[in-house]
């Protein structure tokens, strides 16, 4: 005769539902504990990567302003310049006097 604990056929029993249960977890925990260790370091490379950028441009902004400061920078030199010292420079038409008679 078969009890309600074994099979008839000698089947080993399935687990309880319990230990499934915290086996589902376990692999759970796994699978997020691999995906935020994923995403930290993806966080952490774009993070490097923002603060690279924004050091460039900080050094890069400061070199325009000091070379602007000095007269060296593109403000003072390149075609704009010479062209505004060209029109600066040309003689520019008196207006006309009308002499009485």
């Given at each position: 005769m078969t009890t309600p604990e074994q099979p008839a056929h000698g089947a080993?029993?399935?687990?309880?539902?319990?230990?499934?249960?915290?086996?589902l977890v376990d692999q759970l925990g796994q699978k997020?504990?691999?995906?935020?260790?994923?995403?930290?370091?993806?966080?952490?490379r774009f993070w490097a990567r923002a603060r690279e950028e924004g050091e460039d441009m900080w050094a890069e902004a400061q070199d325009i302003r000091q070379h602007n400061a000095v007269g060296n920078g593109p403000a003072h030199s390149g075609a704009a310049a010479t062209e505004s010292a060209t029109v600066a420079a040309a003689p520019t038409a008196q207006p006309e006097t009308q002499e009485d008679c």
């Open positions: 080993p029993t399935p687990p309880p539902a319990t230990e499934r249960a915290e086996v997020l504990g691999q995906w935020s260790g994923t995403a930290g370091e993806r966080l952490r």
